[in-house]
């Protein structure tokens, strides 16, 4: 089963084209062409030549998009890690459901869709709505044994790729990578530090709001979690078993599935960048595909960022999580796509050129 898991995984691989430099190029010398100096919309004007060289095309058209948002239990939480109690996991998915949460308010308004899927709740969950893909009921507590096996692990990264072949059928184009998971900083930061070397003091922040004294216990919680399961951190499947969770692998794999089907992924706070470390080092062919949104307010963000080589173009002090600071970033992606379609070029508007 393992094998046959990774052959799927490899095939996804294997489906993601390079980078489109022609086109990208392309979108480069309109961009210079419009009535601005070069490189004046600085961020905007980077999306717009990367989502050229992502799709291929100049103005991709992305009026279906949206949020996947994975859901998943922590086994960790039995250590004291987060400031709220493992049942708010179930009950924010029946509130996404229900499109009460933060990100469905952002969702709307950015005129995309919620996609939440079941990957890992430790709660039996019914909803016409729900995309139900339990891989795991609630992960094992990584402080004293892995997470997931190595098979979950690739089950649940072969979901996400999957759910996002669903989305694409449908008609969408555009996705943003959001989770739900009470205790999922603590799986994320020991993630950070195995994968970028981070210490867990500078990996592991304040999560839900947990004070000085919680924090001290989960940095050690993550120092353990570590010594025990020895994960290979030239493994990004073993890291993701050992002290992972079932939503994070699933996010890695809608960003190696987007990037498959030649879509753009936003990548949302620590919880997401975190399974963004994991996909890019399964598939370095990934990092092209993947759009930064927002700084997090968790400590250990930016090294993330930094080890993939993304740069955020936001920055709003949040830290929720959910995929709500990724939503936000459709308005700019928007944004940069209706600057290259309707500004006039210094020829067309007789503006003289410097
Ligand atoms: C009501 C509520 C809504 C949330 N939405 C996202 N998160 C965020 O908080 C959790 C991670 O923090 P920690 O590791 O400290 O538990 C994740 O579920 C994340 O998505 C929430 C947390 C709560 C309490
Ligand atoms: O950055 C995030 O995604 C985040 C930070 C704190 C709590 N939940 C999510």
Not at 6 to 31: C, G, N
Not at 104 to 115: C, F, H, K, P
Not at 270 to 297: D, F, G, N, R
Request: glycine share 10%.
């Amino acid at each position: 089963m393992e094998n046959k898991l990774y052959l799927q995984l490899t095939e996804a691989v294997q489906r993601i084209k390079p980078f489109d430099e022609q086109t990208a190029m392309l979108a480069e010398r309109h961009s210079d062409s419009l009535t601005k100096p070069p490189g004046s919309l600085g961020k905007l004007e980077a999306m717009a030549r990367q989502l050229a060289g992502i799709t291929g095309q100049l103005w991709p058209d992305f009026t279906r998009k949206a949020v996947i948002v994975m859901a998943g239990d922590h086994g960790v939480c039995d250590e004291g890690v987060s400031a709220f109690p493992q049942a708010v996991t179930p009950q924010m998915v029946m509130n996404f459901l229900n499109g009460g949460a933060a990100v469905n308010v952002l969702a709307r308004q950015a005129g995309a869709d919620v996609v939440c899927v079941d990957i890992g709740v430790n709660a039996d969950l019914e909803h016409e709505l729900l995309v139900s893909r339990k891989v795991v009921r609630g992960t094992a507590n990584m402080a004293k044994q892995p997470a997931m096996t190595r098979e979950d692990a690739l089950r649940a990264i072969m979901v996400g790729v999957e759910v996002v072949n669903e989305q694409v059928e449908r008609g969408f184009r555009l996705f943003a990578t959001g989770e739900m998971g009470i205790g999922n900083t603590t799986a994320s930061a020991a993630i950070t530090t195995v994968l970028t070397g981070l210490s867990p003091e500078n990996s592991v922040g304040r999560g839900t709001g947990i004070n000085d004294a919680a924090w001290l216990n989960k940095v050690d919680v993550v120092k353990r979690a570590i010594a025990v399961n020895k994960p290979d951190s030239s493994d990004p499947i073993d890291v993701l078993a050992k002290v992972g969770g079932a939503e994070i692998a699933g996010l890695a794999g809608v960003i190696i599935g987007a990037a498959a089907n030649g879509c753009p992924v936003v990548i949302d706070g620590y919880i997401s960048s975190a399974a963004a470390l994991v996909a890019s080092q399964i598939a370095e062919e990934t990092k092209p595909y993947m759009i930064a949104s927002h700084l997090s307010q968790e400590q250990g963000h930016l090294k993330q960022l930094e080890s993939i080589g993304l740069s955020p173009p936001i920055q709003l002090e949040m830290r929720l999580g959910e995929g709500t600071g990724a939503v936000l970033c459709f308005h700019f992606i928007d944004a940069a796509l209706h600057l290259m379609q309707e500004m006039a070029t210094f020829e067309s508007a007789g503006v003289s050129k410097g």
